[in-house]
């Protein structure tokens, strides 16, 4: 059984930066696919970026070119490196893994931009 935790949320300004971090314990994150989803006050879950076991990223378009999704296998932990931020990036950020079709969730970090 694998857990994951968020971290790293935070209220900051338009424009500036935050990372977040997605620590595992239990089981390894190197033979796994993960993701960064979001959600924001009254809106659904939407998917931000994904990184392969193989280290391929994919972005939604409306964070390509702001949001950088990493993982180190070392430290068993992904990371979300997120610039330039928007008011509409506004959100409860959740990592999840992907072990052959099984996902398992973190509970979630607050990121609160200010305009």
């Known amino acids: 059984q694998v857990q994951l935790v968020e971290s790293g949320g935070g209220l900051v300004q338009a424009g500036g930066s935050l990372r977040l971090s997605c620590a595992a314990s239990?089981?390894?994150?190197?033979?796994?696919?993960m993701d960064w989803y979001r959600q924001a006050p009254g809106k659904q879950r939407e998917w931000v970026a994904t990184?392969?076991?193989?280290?391929?990223?994919y972005y939604a378009d409306s964070v390509k070119g702001r949001f950088t999704i990493s993982r180190d296998n070392a430290k068993n932990t992904m990371y979300l490196q997120m610039n330039s931020l928007k008011p509409e990036d506004t959100a409860d950020y959740y990592c999840?893994?992907?072990?052959?079709?099984?996902?398992?969730w973190g509970e979630g970090t607050l990121v609160t931009v200010s305009s």
């Open positions: 239990g089981r390894s994150i190197s033979i796994a696919t």
């Open positions: 999840n893994i992907n072990y052959n079709g099984i996902l398992s």
């Open positions: 990184i392969t076991r193989g280290g391929s990223t």
